[in-house]
């Protein structure tokens, strides 16, 4: 497994953020609200797709918190949200080229669309 995508620490702040620590070292931070927005599941996808934010709705609970959060085998993080929203799953390599390139990267294999 290349080390700049494999994860050697995952640290969840139910109330700010995710940390994730890759195999070569390098530490990403990530924060709740853009995670929740750019979340990668297909529902989330179709509601930027045209042109609608996935979070927060109007009846969205507030402040954004963490749930749960499960790795999902060795490709990715699964985030169960207060908004009960839990569908989505964070690949790794997505993560660290969010963090390598100061956003989410966009493509069809990517976890993330391009919107």
């Not at 995952?10 to 070292?25: A, L, N």
């Not at 995670?35 to 969205?60: I, Q, Y």
Request: hydrophobic letters at 35%.
């Amino acid at each position: 497994m290349d080390p700049a995508t494999a994860v050697e620490r995952i640290t969840v702040e139910r109330d700010s953020g995710i940390t994730v620590v890759f195999g070569d070292g390098v530490e990403c931070g990530f924060d709740l609200e853009e995670l929740r927005v750019n979340c990668p599941c297909a529902t989330c996808r179709t509601e930027r797709e045209r042109g609608d934010l996935p979070w927060p709705k109007p009846t969205s609970p507030r402040p954004l918190t963490v749930v749960d959060a499960q790795l999902v085998g060795a490709w990715g993080l699964g985030i169960t949200w207060n908004d009960q929203h839990g569908t989505g799953i964070y690949p790794w390599e997505s993560l660290r080229a969010w963090c390598d390139n100061d956003g989410p990267q966009l493509g069809a294999d990517s976890g993330f669309d391009a919107s």
